[in-house]
């Protein structure tokens, strides 16, 4: 599909920029001229945020919506994203593959940003590089970026600081949360693509996940919004090609396949002092992915939930009559 995701991101952001306290949402213009949209760093967001924060990190290539599920016995609200371009959603696009830092800041940043910087080798492998005056990105952050991060985020991405839009969020935040519970596919796509799958066979994906509960610290948040996908994750992926590869591949694509699968992701995180790139990356995956081969109508399915991880993370309890 020849598209431009960056116009497409721009977009959808340019109809918030006349409204956005609708969504709890505040607008910052720098004196270079960038606008920073503050999701949920210092100010409260909403749900409304999280789902347009969700929809931009895959250039509107994709719909995002909450729906009404389960965990365990407890009604839970799941965060559920539908795509018919998943390579472009999902990789060139949603996937937080930028690693911004420097002496005093750090963001992981994801949106078709990425595309026009091309800096990961994700992109030379998938042949794919973005050409465009505008940009948008997405901002995993504590910290809303200053001047001279955007100068150098604008620099990297080959575009002036004025046709930049970042938007930030906290992962303990309502809308940088639902941001990042509505990457079952795209765990799944990335963790195909590591695998050595072809992922241009996945032709549309679905998947959902529990909506992490808000979290009142940064390792919390961090641990519950992994362990939605980690542990509540399911994925459906439509492909086209043989099956015996799907069925060689299939059973290391869910997360259970992990040397570090079944203890809390903040227990994880907290045991490499805080590095995600000392994490087993096979971990990084949802609970259960669905293949369906559209050509030879073979159905194939690996993994499974772990609901009672997900209860534990989220801190649900049952109520105390219930207990007796």
Request: proline share 4%.
């Amino acid at each position: 599909m020849a598209t431009i995701l960056n116009a497409r991101a721009w977009d959808l952001v340019d109809k918030t920029l006349d409204n956005p306290h609708d969504m709890r949402v505040a607008v910052k213009e720098l004196d270079c001229g960038a606008r920073v949209l503050d999701f949920g760093v210092n100010t409260t967001g909403s749900l409304a945020a999280g789902i347009l924060l969700a929809r931009v990190c895959t250039s509107g290539m994709a719909d995002v919506s909450i729906r009404i599920g389960a965990v365990g016995s407890i009604n839970w609200p799941m965060v559920q994203i539908v795509t018919d371009f998943p390579v472009q959603a999902c990789l060139y696009s949603q996937y937080a593959g930028w690693e911004i830092k420097s002496e005093n800041y750090f963001a992981m940043g994801s949106g078709p940003m990425r595309a026009l910087a091309a800096r990961e080798e994700l992109f030379h492998q998938l042949g794919y590089v973005e050409k465009f005056y505008c940009s948008v990105g997405v901002l995993e952050t504590g910290t809303l970026p200053d001047s001279r991060i955007v100068r150098e985020i604008a620099q990297k991405a080959g575009v002036e600081p004025r046709n930049l839009i970042l938007l930030a969020a906290s992962t303990s935040s309502m809308a940088g949360s639902l941001q990042i519970n509505a990457r079952s596919a795209e765990t799944a796509l990335h963790k195909l693509h590591e695998l050595g799958f072809d992922v241009h066979r996945v032709v549309s994906a679905m998947g959902s996940a529990p909506l992490s509960p808000v979290a009142a610290d940064l390792i919390t948040a961090i641990g519950r919004t992994n362990d939605s996908i980690l542990y509540g994750g399911r994925v459906t992926l439509y492909v086209t090609g043989d099956d015996a590869s799907i069925e060689e591949i299939g059973p290391r694509v869910p997360s259970s396949v992990s040397k570090d699968y079944g203890k809390p992701f903040a227990e994880i995180f907290q045991e490499v002092n805080c590095d995600f790139y000392q994490i087993d990356p096979m971990l990084f995956s949802p609970a259960q992915v669905v293949f369906q081969n559209i050509e030879t109508g073979r159905v194939h399915w690996f993994g499974e939930l772990n609901e009672k991880l997900v209860a534990k993370s989220f801190g649900i309890q049952q109520p105390a009559a219930a207990r007796v």
